[in-house]
């Protein structure tokens, strides 16, 4: 699905990803750990040009989204992105916050759609052969009654559909964070970015969001996760990847990754972390 070549990120002087290569496949879950400051983060927000790379291509489902030319924003409606503080928006109730994207995408297509037939009703005053018009099989009204019930139906996964008209700030930290998995899930995304997901939680609400985590991965969600999360790495994924200082150190499945790692570097960093 998205195969990395010879990623590079620079922030002015600082090389921060210095040729990443990698690829993820359909249904993988990809943890991604490493210590603070090794390019785990700026490696997810490059893979979805969050962040534009400084080099390198980065091919998701066959396009090159590094390339400056593509539409990228055609692009993310694919990739779901979850970060560390959640980046729910305040000042719209849950459910609005749900709908959002299905809702203003939709009805942006909507439009599109008008703009053009717009233009080959005019041109088709001028043809013998006439163009067909673009088809609008929905309403923005019937995009919006769609895009909340399927809210509905993500809010009741969760166990959180009474929370549907409450505002975020009266949610608990692991609540947002549920919430804002299923609202990048209410877009039908091929795959889902995690940035540290479980970092901004206490620990006691870290387990009700890797439980909905797992729940995806079982389903065949493919998901690239930055974690420090050493359990949902060991017990969920199917690869993962040690970055350290702008690169990937070692890249194996759980058990030989953990249980028989081979690089220095990573067998220090586990030394202090299990």
Known sequence: MIDVIDLKKNFGDVEVLKGINTTINKGDIVAVL???????????????????????????????????????????????????????????????????????????????????????????????????????????????????????????RIGLEDKADVYPSTLSGGQKQRVAIIRSLAMNPDVILFDEPTSALDPEMVGEVLDLMKSLAKEGMTMVVVTHEMGFAREVANRVLFMDDGRIMEEAAPEEFFGNPKNPRLKEFLSKVL
């Open 34 to 156: 490493g210590p603070s400051g090794s390019g785990k983060s700026t490696f997810l927000r490059c893979l979805n040009c969050m962040e534009d790379p400084t080099g390198g291509s980065i091919i998701f489902k066959g396009v090159d989204i590094a390339d400056m030319k593509v539409d990228i924003n055609v692009h993310r409606r694919h990739m779901g992105m979850v970060f560390q503080h959640f980046n729910l928006f305040n000042n719209k109730t849950v459910i609005q916050n749900v709908m959002l994207a299905p809702v203003y995408l939709g009805c942006k297509d909507i439009k599109k759609a008008k703009r053009k037939n717009t233009g080959i009703k005019i041109k088709n005053l001028f043809r013998s052969q006439k163009e067909d018009l673009i088809p609008i099989e929905k309403t923005k009204e019937q995009v919006k009654a769609e895009a909340r019930e399927h809210a509905l139906a993500l809010l009741k």
